[in-house]
């Protein structure tokens, strides 16, 4: 079983950035693919960036240039910096640990881009 926290979330303005925080329990984390989702009201949760254990990152188109997710294996704890931003970025963000069915979730956490 892996517990996921999520930190970092809050309000900023257009143009802003943010670095949001997802601290793992277990030795697993350092072996498997990490990633970031979020998620609007009315709207399914949608990939935004994930990264392998060895550290290959792909992103959602629309981050792409602007979002960059990192690991610390030794801390183990995700990172996901966001520059940039936008108002379509306000979402609640969810940390994903990509094992077993369905994968492992912390609770979410709000980033509102707002002016």
């Known amino acids: 079983q892996v517990q996921l926290v999520e930190s970092g979330g809050g309000l900023v303005q257009p143009g802003g950035s943010l670095r949001l925080s997802c601290a793992a329990s277990g030795s697993i984390f350092r072996v498997i693919t990490m990633g970031w989702y979020r998620q609007t009201p009315g709207k399914g949760r949608e990939l935004v960036a994930h990264?392998?254990?060895?550290?290959?990152?792909n992103y959602a188109d629309s981050v792409k240039g602007r979002f960059t997710i990192s690991r610390d294996n030794a801390k183990n704890t995700l990172y996901l910096q966001m520059n940039s931003m936008k108002p379509e970025d306000t979402a609640v963000y969810y940390c994903?640990?990509?094992?077993?069915?369905?994968?492992?979730w912390g609770q979410g956490t709000q980033v509102t881009v707002s002016s």
């Open positions: 994903n640990a990509n094992v077993g069915p369905g994968g492992y």
């Open positions: 990264i392998s254990s060895g550290g290959t990152a």
